[in-house]
């Protein structure tokens, strides 16, 4: 019964984490359309959302891979608090990043704090670091935004190269019309790269529950619903705090280049959601929005906020790890039963709550009410 | 030692993929904006043989678009 109780409260963890990389993310979906006024932007919320759900059913091969070539997880009650306590570790960074503003990455967040969790319960040989995390995570993550950055660059040349003798005023309502799809095509490279992430991880808790035969891997459909139905919420309801840094601290752009960026970031993701690369789809858009940003002109770009960021990405890992390792020996304080992760989830959904409604009151903003920009 | 980690035929597809579908596609859709507004010009000024052969462009790009997302969509859920 006191594993069922721990199985429950990780899937509820993994939703919310889910939900939280959805508010967290949505920035970076959506961002390009609203600071080129291609969609207004509680429209491209609820688009960026629904396609959010849809992309969660295009494949599974990312949630193999989180699920089997990252952390190898014991089926008993160990292994369950650790995927727990990975969980709370991703949330509580995502949470803090979200709240001083700046971007991060859910994905690495979540495999840092997976990673932080095994390391301290089931020690070093638990954790695939070869060909799992530097082979599937850290190379693939490293090589995608500078893939996005190239790919964005050259689009947005050969796209001025092309239109660049018309008229503005058709060009921009062209691209801004061609931003609706491919801001629709991020957002369902988001949904489906980041959905499976949690599919993932509720898929190892299930193994770790013995729900799931370790040798007949397979994700339930109620774990696709549920994770595709999570990051869309999350989504909807947003982050609009990081949209200011995205959409326009980091340059100033025409519809043309939030089309290439849009572009350029939907391609990277669709191609390595298809071979099962868990990227950060954040680094993987920044690139993208830098990539289209500089080949028009480098001094467009506020590189300082790309310093910034490129700052929270190296602290992710290893904070994330931190984190999950602290919340695993936390919860191990109370025993191996259903306790110590009731009391540490409840704590952290009051600390959550707190967070976010001084978040709120600090920007002057009702919950859930977009800011300025939506009313400019 | 780095090839031996990492699945190399996967992320050199994700690399060729990425940029003949992030480019190539944009590119296409710039086409389509190009042939759209040159065939309207044309056309307004009455020429036409270059307003269709601009139209026909048009057409063709945005065809090239809407093929690529249906092909790469269909791929990833045939998986």
Redesign the interface.
Known sequence: MGSEIIVVIVVATALIFDFTNGFHDTANVVATSISTRAMPPRIAVGYAAVLNFVGAF??L?VAATVAQDVVEIEPNSIGLLAVFAGLVGAIAWNLITWYFGLPSSSSHALIGGMVGAVFVAEGADAIFF??GI???VM??AL??PL??F???G??IL??YR??GR??PG??TS??RF?QV??GG?LA?AHG?NDAQKTMGVITLALVANGTIATDDFHVPDWVVVSSGAAIALGTYVGGWRIIKTMGSRIHKMDS?QG??AQ??G???I????????PLSTTHTITGAVIGSGAAKRLSAVRWGVAGNIVVAWILTLPMAALFGALTYLVTRLFGTGAVGPIVVSTACLVAAVMLYTRRSQQAGVPPGVPPAVDRA | M?AS???TD??L???W???I???G???C??????G???ALEFGRNGRSVEAVAFGVVGVLGLAV?VAS?VF??V???D?
């Open positions: 295009i494949s091969a070869e060909e530097l082979g599937k190379i693939p090589v995608a893939l996005a190239l790919v964005g050259l689009a050969f796209l092309i239109v018309l008229r058709p060009v062209g691209f061609g799809i491919s095509l369902l489906t043309a089309f290439a572009g350029a939907a391609t990277v669709l191609a390595a959601s298809h071979v099962g690369f | 780095i980690i990492v699945d996967a992320l597809q994700v690399i993929v990425s940029l579908a992030g480019v596609v944009p590119a859709y710039a086409l389509a904006i190009l759209a507004n040159r678009v997302i790469g969509i791929t990833l859920v998986d």
